[in-house]
């Protein structure tokens, strides 16, 4: 096991503790590669993540469903592959033949691959049934569940374009003996003619204050080119693939921890450290701003806007006049009534019985 603080390796397979969002929070309790990791190789320790590199297989199953692109695989970069997927020259997704796992691809990489290409996704998942990383099904239906959401998203706005399976069973006999061999073929294959898409994520991650997963960067710049042709951007509606918060005036103390603490800076201050901003197109929903609010001032809000998200356009979602509280005399986020701060209000009701004086008891 490496130091925390660096980046740990197993054969191709590297894991960034300081981009995981359990190392970023003390107290989130994100568990998604530790679930569907089919060897067991992530482990909690100290509350942190950490791999055991001595269980991890490089399988590369786990990659796409990382919110902050913690977890890389050397010999495959699904953000280079799909951003440049419209120039290869098989589009067909196959375990067998051209990428990993499927399980290394995102949502935002299925959507991205089908308007970039402006065409259908094919995705060959007729080997999942008796792979031997999918025994119990889990890495087979998380697959299936993010093409199924990246096709929700196509027909929201209204693209004829769609995320195609191939779910033809494969008959064989020596399944594990199959996927080691062709694994190791598109290892040899993919280190020999992806060198640029290995760099577009490594270069991405090595930029100053960059926080924003790639992924999601390639999703907006994807929208962009399309957007002029939608009919419909504002949603009513929730989305597991975009997120939206608001806050109650009333509760919140503009303490600023949420926006210290927000991994992609989708919450940020105003100008004058008075007010709270949000950013839909930043925001990745990892609900460590709605956990850290001491008044859960924080919450879900349903709809999403596609032109705010595509062009990283942020809401105020409130701003206070800051006034001197008479009792203590130091500044706070005034909301009406007496000039007096929450925290002198609820010692003056807390020990109230210290003040009444003798005449009146």
């Known amino acids: 096991m490496g130091n925390m603080n660096f980046v740990q390796r197993s054969n191709l397979f590297n894991f960034t503790a300081t981009r995981c969002l359990r190392n970023e929070y003390y107290h989130n309790d994100c568990r998604i590669c530790i679930d569907l990791c089919p060897k067991g190789a992530f482990h909690i320790v100290r509350n942190k993540l950490t791999l055991f590199e001595n269980e991890c297989i490089g399988c590369a199953g786990c990659i796409g469903s990382c919110p902050t ?86 027909t929201s706005i ?15 006999n020596e399944r594990r003996a199959l996927f080691r061999k062709g694994f190791e073929k598109i290892k040899e294959s993919v280190v020999n003619d992806s060198g640029a898409e290995i760099a577009m994520t ?85 609900s460590i701003c709605e956990e850290i609010c001491k008044p859960k001032a924080i919450t879900k809000k349903v709809g999403f806007d596609l032109v705010s998200i595509a062009f990283d356009r942020a809401e105020q979602l409130v701003h206070y006049e800051m006034v001197m509280c008479h009792e203590c ?14 925290r002198c209000a609820d010692y003056t009701k807390t020990f109230s019985n210290m003040f009444t004086l003798a005449k009146d008891m």
């Open 329 to 342: 005399r130091c500044p706070y986020p005034y909301k009406g009534g007496d000039p007096i701060c929450d």
């Open 69 to 154: 692109e913690s977890l890389e695989i050397e010999s495959f970069d699904p953000n280079g592959f799909a951003a440049s997927y419209v120039n290869q020259s098989d589009t067909t997704l196959s375990c067998k033949v051209s990428t990993p796992c499927l399980g290394v691809f995102d949502t935002e990489h299925y959507a991205v691959m089908a308007l970039r290409s402006q065409k259908n996704v094919a995705c060959d998942l007729s080997h999942c049934a008796g792979c031997v990383l999918n025994e119990n099904g889990k890495l087979g239906d998380v697959i299936r569940e993010k093409i199924d959401v990246a096709n929700d998203f196509l």
């Open 202 to 286: 490594t270069a991405h991650h090595k930029l100053p204050d960059m926080k924003m997963p790639l992924k999601r960067i390639l999703l907006k710049n994807s929208l962009k080119e399309v957007i002029g042709g939608v009919e419909k951007t504002d949603f009513a509606e929730t989305s597991p693939l975009f997120f939206n918060k608001q806050i109650d005036f009333h509760s919140c103390t503009n303490c600023g921890e949420c926006t210290q603490f927000c991994p992609t800076d989708a919450l940020f201050p105003t100008s004058d450290k008075q007010g709270i901003f949000f950013s839909q197109g930043k925001c990745i929903g990892c």
């Open 158 to 172: 209204q693209t004829p374009y769609r995320i195609e399976t191939i779910e033809m069973q494969e008959q064989q």
